[in-house]
Each structure stands twice: as C-alpha cells, then as structure tokens.
C-alpha cells in the first residue's frame, strides 16, 4: 500500500557497503553465455558495466584475443575498476591444430585466471572466450571444472564463448544461449568498429 508519498530510500555504492551485503546475503554466482549467436561477449560486458556501477571490481581475461576491441579501450579510458586482460594473439586459431604458442597463451591466462580469483582483489570476474579455449583443447575441462568448483563463495564468475561443454553449463547458476536468427555478415554487410570490435 503506497501513501503516494515517495519513500525510496537513496543508496551510495561503496566497497564496504557491498561486501557487507555479499558477505550477508549471497554467494557469487556462476553465469555462463553460449551458442552460435552474436553477443556473448557483449552481454558479459554489459554484466560489467553494471557490476562496475553498483560498485564491484570487475576482472575480465579475454582468452584467444590479441587486438584491443572497443570494450578493452573503454575500460582502459574509462573504467577504473575495470580491469581487462587479453590473453591471445590477433590472428585466427586452428581448431584441430592450434599452434603452440595458442595452447601456451591460453595457459597463461588460465594461471592468471587462477590468480585473480584467488587474490581477493575483484567482486566478479569473467573469462571471456573459455568455452571456445576448453573446445579447441587449450586449456582442460577439468581445470575449469575445478576452478569453477573451488572459486571463492562470495566472488560472480561469468563464462563466455560457443561450444559450452555440459559439465560446464551444468555448474554454472544461470546459462544464456544466443540463437542466431540472422546475421548481417550473410547479407555482405563487413565488420566494423562499434559493432564487432
């Protein structure tokens, strides 16, 4: 029954605020973001932004990614607490011969994976592009598995990339599938910036 008076109450996002009320009412959560639609990354982003703005610290590992796309510059200029790491060179990765130094990077940033999780320092993290590494066997499913299972209660990890195996999508709390309906790259339309990176 509302007064018609407005009895919101303001609320200021402040570190201790935050961990105060994740320390009280929740553990973090699992969200992994999958299929052959576009937008995956993009919602993971979106996730961040609005983390960033209740005043989490957000780490994202972009696995197989080289090139700084436009989400990297932006945190990089204008988020800072958002951190972004890219894990990969610019270019295109065999799926059924990866080349070393591919199996090497992704390694690499499951290690630095491993790190952030553990250091405390992030209220969320998201590897962005796992599913495709964990596929394309660079990194193992049961170093995922296990890292999922023994990852800090209170931290939100969010998973990205095509190909989410089944353990994986069952671990995780919530599990998006992007359908592709259509896509403007059929029609001839290239990529560009803004759009795709």
């Known amino acids: 029954m509302t007064t018609g008076k407005d009895i919101s109450i303001p609320v200021t996002a402040d570190e201790d605020g935050i961990k105060k009320i ?3 009412f929740g553990k973090g959560i699992v969200m992994l973001n ?3 639609g576009k937008g995956k990354t993009t919602a993971a ?3 961040a932004l609005r983390a960033v703005g209740n005043g989490y610290r957000v780490c994202v590992i972009q696995f197989m990614k080289g090139r700084p796309y436009g ?3 932006a945190a990089e200029k204008y988020l800072p607490n958002l951190k ?3 894990v990969g060179l610019d270019s295109f990765v065999m799926r059924d011969n990866p080349a070393p130094i591919d199996i090497e990077m992704a390694k690499e940033g499951f290690s630095l994976a491993q790190k952030v999780m553990a250091s405390g320092d992030y209220d969320m993290v998201i590897l962005d592009e796992i599913n495709v590494a964990v596929d394309f066997k660079l990194i193992s499913l049961e170093d995922v598995v296990n890292l999922i299972k023994n990852k800090p209660p209170a931290l939100d990890l969010v998973l990205t990339g095509r190909y989410a195996d089944p353990q ?3 671990l995780a709390d919530t599990v998006t599938e992007m359908k592709e309906i259509k896509h403007h790259y059929a029609a001839g ?3 560009r910036a ?3 990176y």
Do not use: P
């Open 189 to 191: 339309i290239k990529d």
């Open 45 to 47: 982003f979106g996730q």
């Open 194 to 196: 803004g759009i795709e």
């Open 34 to 36: 999958t299929g052959n």
């Open 22 to 24: 994740r320390d009280r």
């Open 168 to 170: 994986l999508t069952e």
């Open 84 to 86: 972004v790491h890219l």
């Open 71 to 73: 989400e990297y510059l």
